[in-house]
């Protein structure tokens, strides 16, 4: 069987002596170095890489964010912070995290429904930006700010009015859990004024997981006009303004890259829209998994070998509860392969259809379905790509009480 068609991630990390490298370190010397399979390894200088290109296409007045929950790993979030110009969190536990790296507090905010008072006070003591997402949020936040003698600062997330269209997942328009409904949202301004809570400024986070520029621009054009009719009712000017995020990344044979280009374009004319509109806010965009995703890599080994029937199984010691995603048991609908490879013997000509399933004992736990693999055995390296996103914190570990996975950065 010849070779397939390899999938752009793989580019990333290039074969050496025919083995796949991850920052220049060969996979088997990798998986000694951490000491066990399985485990998740991080490229610091593909992070970085991504970090730049953004920068390269995006004005110099858009602040970019990086949402600490595709991949929380602290270490990941320690480089980050020196590279970004703010950190989102969607924890207390996160912003713990977020301050240990060094982000200044000024850069560092925290959106998620269902924040605790134990979270707020958190915010407040520390002096992020709050992204307050309903009203008993509010008159919590009052009291808290009443105890510790120190004011909040405070935006409104937004539910908006408007979906973003072709989203992997959507988180506004129609009725969500996630902010406040436009339509409350000069109600809930009046109750921030009324009770001197610190405004800063709107968050519009629309959806997740978007390859489609053309659906991104339309909705951060619609998150401006929304911001500029909401900023009437405000009890002080904006100061900032979150346009959300939203790029995805290319997981699926056939899906192509987002093209940054228009985005960036776009953007352009947003700033330029918002120095009329509201002139004193910061624009931000915070991404997580297009900052992260494709700079990870998800190793783990096989320990056998079957044929079943005339297929070929290779039994792994990881599989869905160390990352339920590439399983496609984390938001696909219909499940399609991650990007897989046997890292020890990339480029190998021999090759032949085999499906890679790990050690529990639910047919949920494949990792990848018939694919075309070099022909494989007990104590090779498979390698899941694109997996520097929504892997290790988004996966069922305990499930079977299997040993849970390492993760590294080189
Ligand atoms: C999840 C989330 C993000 C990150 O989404 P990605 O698809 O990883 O870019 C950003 N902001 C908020 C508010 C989120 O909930």
Redesign the pocket.
Known sequence: MSAAPRHPAMERFPVAGGELTVGSVPVSLLAARAGQTPFYAYDRRLLKERVELLRSVLPREISLHY?M??NPMPAVVGCMAQWVDGL?V?SGAELRVALDAGMDPREISF??PGKSEVELAQAVASGILL?VESMREIHLLAGVVQRLGRNARVAVRVNPDFELKSS??K?GGGPKQ?GIDAELVPQALAEIGRLGLGFEGF?I?SG??NLKAEAICEAQTKALALATRLAEAAPSPVTTLNL?????IPYFPGEKPLDLEPVGAHLQGIVEAAKAQLPQAELVI?????LV?EAGVYVCRVLDRKVSRGEVFLVTDGGLHHHLAASGNFGQVIRKNYPVDVGNRAGSAQRELASVVGPLCTPLDLLADRMDLPVAGPGDLVVVFQSG??GYTASPQRFLSHPAPVEVLV
């Open positions: 949402a929950k595709a989102d969607a959106a998620g992204n992997g997942m988180m996630f968050h986070f997740s997981q959300g995020g939203g790029f995805g915070e991404l997580g998994r297009f995703g996103a929504y």
